[in-house]
C-alpha cells in the first residue's frame, strides 16, 4: 500500500520479495510447531499471532495486483501452483519476526525524522514544496491517517535498519570473480569422429524383455485422461456474412467513414541539403544550366536513395516551409531554395500520385462487411441473452444451438494436449481456451462461458475417460522400437566407452577414426554450456568434464550415433576487473550472495525467535489440501 510513498529498489519488502522470487522457502524448516498456539492465530511468531485476517486481506491485495499485471483475475489453483498462498504467508511471518527483533534490540525511528522525510518527499510536493492537502488526499486514497503512516514508516525504516545491515558492504573476493570469469569465458577446441550403430546390429526383442519393458516404465505406455466435450460457439466472423445491409444503410456508413476511403495527393521528393543559402544558389544556377539534379547530389557526397523521400504526404514532411515548396512544384520541376526552420535545401519532383476520394461504389464490398461486423458485436448479445435464459432453463446444448442457429460441436474424446485415442489433431472451436477451462471442470457442472476475441463459447463436460495402462498387445510395436533403440544406445556406449579406454591407454584418435573407416574433424571455440550446429549441449558438456588433451564420448541426440573427442588446448580471456563483464559479474555475484546472506539470517531468526502454525486453519483459509510449508 505505502510503495508509492518510498524508493521500493531500497526497501526491506524488496529485498524479501527478492529471496522469494529466488524460491527460498527453505526458511520454513525452523522450530515449526503445530500446537499450542492461540486457535484464532494463523501463526504465531514469538509472542506475535498473525491473523487469518491479515492473510486474507494481504492475500486479496496480492491477487488484484496479479490480475493488474497479467491482464486476468487468477483462480485460487492457479494461485496456488504459482506459490502466492505460501508466498504471502511467508511474508507476514518474515515481516513479525524482524519486528520482533527491532524490539528486542530496542530500535525505534523518531517522528520527527519521519515528518522530514516525508515533507522532503516529491510524491507530497507541488511546485517543489510540501503540500499538505495532496499528503492528506494520498493517506485517505489508501486507507490511512497521519497516525497510522508515521506508525507503518516508524516500522518499515526499523525492519530496514535490520535487513540492510545483512547484507550492505559485502564485496566478492577478486579471487572468485577472476575464477568466475575464466570459467565462464573458457574456451575448447575439439578433435573428434563418429561412429554409427543401426537397429540390424541388435538381437531383435525377445517377448520376455517386451514385457519386461512394459512392467518397469508403465507411464510410457499409458493413454491419457480424454474427455467428451460439447462446445456452442457465437462470433462475429459467424454472423456477419448472414447480416443484410439495406441500401439506406450502405450510405449512411459511407458518409460516417468516408474519410477513411480518402487517400491524400503523395509525391516522391528529390532533396539536396546545404549548410548555406548561398550554396544552394549556386548548385541551383547549375542545375538552372543543365546540370543533372543527382549529379549534384553525389558530388555533394549523397547517393540517390540518401536523398530520395518516396511516396510522402504533405503532412509526413516535418518541415512545413519544405513541406509547402515540394508540393508546390510540378513533376521534374526543381525548387528555388528552400530555407526551412530545419534545413535549407533544393527539391526536385519526380512522382506525384494525385489525392483520391473512394466513391461508395468502389469501395461498396469492403463498407458492408465493415457495417456487418458492426452490427454482428450488436447482435451477439442478444443471442447471448438468449442462450443464457435457455440454459437457465436446463435446456440442452444441441436444442439451444439450433434454435439460435449458432454452431454446435460434440467431440467424442480429446487430451489436454488436444489429441485424440489416434493420437491425431482434434478439431475443436475455441480449443487453446476451451481444452484449458475444460479440464479443469467436471461433469455436471455447468461452466460461464468463455469471452475470447468478443465473442461467446458455451461449453460443458459430457464423459471423462480416465488415464489408464493401454493393453500390451496394442503398444507391442511401440515396446519393439523402444527396446531396439535403448539396445542399440546401450552398444554405442558400451563402443564410445572401449575406445576412450584405448585412447587413454595410449592409442590416437587418427588411428582409432581410421579403423572405424570415420572421418576425423575439429570443431573451434567451443564454449561451455552452449549449443552448436556440430556440437549439442551433452557433447560440449562431455568436452568439458575432461582436462585438456584428454578423451570423452556422448550419445548423438538420436540415440543412434556415438561421438568421440579429445579436447584441445583450453583458453579464456584475459581477465580485466575494470571491464563491463567483470563489473557485471561483480554485481551479479553480490546480488547472488546478499540474498543467500538475508535467506540464512531469515531462517535463524525465525528459529531463534520461534514461529507455530495453525495447519488446520491454514488449509481452511488458503483452500489448500496440503499442511503449510
Avoid: C
Amino acid at each position: 500500500m505505502l510503495e508509492m510513498f518510498r524508493n521500493a529498489g531500497k526497501s526491506w519488502v524488496a529485498k524479501v520479495l527478492l529471496v522469494l522470487l529466488a524460491g527460498s522457502f527453505g526458511v520454513w524448516g525452523i522450530q515449526d510447531i503445530f500446537g499450542g498456539f492461540n486457535a484464532t492465530a494463523l501463526a504465531t511468531v514469538g509472542n506475535q499471532e498473525i491473523s487469518s485476517q491479515q492473510y486474507s486481506d494481504a492475500y486479496r491485495q496480492a491477487m488484484q495486483r496479479l490480475a493488474q499485471q497479467t491482464g486476468r483475475n487468477l483462480s485460487a489453483e492457479e494461485a496456488r501452483s504459482m506459490g502466492v498462498d505460501r508466498s504471502i504467508l511467508t511474508t507476514l511471518i518474515q515481516s513479525a519476526a524482524i519486528d520482533a527483533q527491532a524490539a528486542n534490540l530496542d530500535l525505534s525511528i523518531s517522528s520527527k525524522f519521519i515528518a522530514e522525510e516525508t515533507t522532503g518527499n516529491p510524491a507530497f510536493q507541488s511546485n517543489g514544496k510540501f503540500d499538505p492537502s495532496l499528503f492528506a488526499r494520498l493517506l485517505q486514497q489508501n486507507g490511512l491517517n497521519e497516525e497510522m503512516y508515521v506508525a507503518s514508516e516508524s516500522r518499515n525504516r526499523a525492519r530496514y535498519a535490520i535487513t540492510d545491515a545483512v547484507d550492505r558492504g559485502f564485496t566478492p573476493p577478486k579471487t572468485l570473480i577472476e575464477a568466475l570469469h575464466r570459467y565462464r569465458s573458457e574456451q575448447r577446441d575439439a578433435k573428434y569422429f563418429t561412429i554409427k550403430a543401426a537397429e540390424t546390429d541388435v538381437a531383435a526383442p525377445t517377448d520376455e524383455e517386451l514385457k519386461k519393458q512394459y512392467e518397469a516404465t508403465p507411464a510410457a505406455y499409458t493413454a491419457p485422461e480424454f474427455r467428451s466435450i460439447a462446445v456452442m460457439k457465437v462470433e462475429p466472423a459467424d454472423m456477419a456474412p448472414k447480416i443484410a445491409i439495406a441500401p439506406e444503410a450502405l450510405s449512411a456508413g459511407y458518409e460516417k467513414y468516408k474519410r477513411d476511403y480518402y487517400t491524400p495527393e503523395k509525391r516522391t521528393i528529390l532533396q539536396i541539403s546545404f549548410p548555406t543559402i548561398d550554396e544552394a544558389k549556386k548548385a541551383k544556377d547549375r542545375i538552372s544550366a543543365g546540370e543533372d539534379f543527382l549529379a549534384i547530389a553525389k558530388e555533394r557526397g549523397a547517393s540517390e536513395g540518401d536523398i530520395t523521400f518516396a511516396d510522402r504526404s504533405k503532412t509526413e514532411f516535418l518541415d512545413k516551409t519544405v513541406a509547402d515548396a515540394a508540393f508546390g512544384l510540378k513533376q521534374g520541376e526543381v525548387s528555388d531554395v528552400v530555407s526551412g526552420s530545419l534545413v535549407t535545401a533544393l527539391l526536385k519532383a519526380t512522382k506525384i500520385t494525385p489525392e483520391k476520394q473512394s466513391t461508395l461504389d468502389e469501395v461498396k464490398d469492403v463498407l458492408t462487411k465493415r457495417l456487418q461486423a458492426e452490427r454482428a458485436l450488436e447482435e451477439i448479445q442478444s443471442i447471448y441473452d438468449a442462450v443464457e435464459d435457455a440454459r437457465a432453463a436446463q435446456t440442452k446444448f444441441e436444442d439451444i444451438a439450433k434454435a439460435q442457429g449458432i454452431p454446435f460441436d460434440l467431440v467424442p474424446a480429446v487430451s489436454a494436449a488436444g489429441l485424440g485415442p489416434d493420437g491425431k489433431e482434434v478439431n475443436l472451436p475455441g480449443k487453446p481456451e476451451v481444452l484449458k477451462a475444460a479440464f479443469a471442470s467436471d461433469v455436471g457442472v455447468e461452466n460461464d462461458a468463455l469471452t475470447p476475441h468478443d465473442s461467446y463459447f458455451w461449453y460443458e463436460v459430457r464423459e471423462v475417460i480416465p488415464s489408464a495402462l493401454k493393453p500390451f498387445d496394442t503398444v507391442k510395436e511401440q515396446l519393439t522400437n523402444d527396446v531396439t533403440a535403448r539396445k542399440v544406445r546401450e552398444l554405442l556406449t558400451e563402443r564410445a566407452a572401449g575406445l576412450v579406454k584405448k585412447l587413454d591407454d595410449g592409442a590416437t584418435l587418427d588411428q582409432l577414426a581410421a579403423e572405424a573407416s570415420a572421418e576425423t574433424k575439429t570443431a573451434r571455440g567451443l564454449k561451455r554450456n552452449e549449443a552448436y550446429p556440430e556440437f549439442d549441449v551433452p557433447a560440449v558438456t562431455a568436452l568439458f568434464s575432461v582436462p585438456e588433451s584428454k578423451f570423452a564420448w556422448s550419445l548423438e541426440g538420436d540415440g543412434k550415433a556415438a561421438r568421440i573427442m579429445q579436447s584441445q588446448p583450453v583458453m579464456s580471456e584475459p581477465f580485466d576487473s575494470n571491464s563491463v563483464q567483470a563489473k557485471e559479474l561483480t554485481q551479479s555475484v553480490t546480488e547472488a550472495a546478499s540474498k543467500d546472506l538475508l535467506t540464512a539470517y531469515l531462517a535463524a531468526l525465525q528459529g531463534e525467535i520461534g514461529v507455530s502454525i495453525n495447519n488446520a486453519l491454514w488449509q481452511q483459509v488458503s483452500g489448500s489440501p496440503n499442511a503449510a510449508p
